[in-house]
C-alpha cells in the first residue's frame, strides 16, 4: 500500500526526526560515566590517604571482652564495623566497655491493663585509651533504643525484646566506631 502522504511530508518528519536525534547526542557528548564518589583532585588524593589512615587506626584497636549476652552483642557489631571480621592487628588502642540494657512498656490497651508496646534501651559506657602509653583518649556514654510489640504469646515478647536488643546494640557500636574514628583520627 502506498501512502496518502506526499513524499515531502514523510520527508520532512524523517529530517526533523534526525535533527533531534542529533542534537540530543551533542548535548549527551559532554556526560561522562563515572562513579557518584569518584575522587580525582590532588585533595581528594590526600583525603583517601587520612581516610586509610583511619582505617588502619581502627584495624588496630582491640575492644574489651564481654561479661554477657548484650554486651558480646555491642562487641561483636563495633569488632565487625571496625575491621570487617578480620583478626585485629598488633593493637594501639583499646575500648573498655560497661554495657547495661532496660526494656520498659511504653503503651498500655485499655481493656487490657497489659503493655502492647515496648522498648529496648542499651547504655554503653565506654573508655578509649592508648595502649603504649595508657593515656585516656575519650570516655563517656551512648544510648540506643529499639522500639517492639508484645503480644499475649511469651515466646513471642521474648524473642521480640532479644531482636529489639540486637538492634540497640548494633545502633550504639556504630556510634561508638565513631567516636573512636574520631578520637583516633585526632591523635
Known sequence: MWSSRPASACA??????????????????????EP????????????????SSVRQALRATEVSAAR????QQVRNALLFSMNGGNPIEPSLYRVQLAVRSADSGVA????VAAATA???SVIVSYTITEKSTNRTLASGTRTALSAYNRTPQK???????RDAENRAAK?????????VAQTVAGN
Do not use: H, Y
Open 68 to 71: 554477657e549476652r548484650v554486651e
Open 36 to 51: 557518584l564518589n569518584a575522587r580525582t583532585t590532588p585533595a581528594a588524593a590526600k583525603s583517601d590517604a587520612e581516610v
Open 155 to 161: 515466646f513471642a515478647n521474648q524473642r521480640a525484646a
Open 171 to 179: 545502633d550504639v557500636a556504630e556510634q561508638i566506631r565513631l567516636v
Open 118 to 120: 515496648a522498648q529496648v
Open 108 to 111: 498500655v490497651e485499655a481493656g
Open 12 to 33: 520532512r518528519r524523517w529530517i526533523s526526526a534526525s535533527v533531534l536525534s542529533l542534537a540530543a547526542l551533542t548535548a549527551l557528548s559532554g556526560c561522562t560515566v
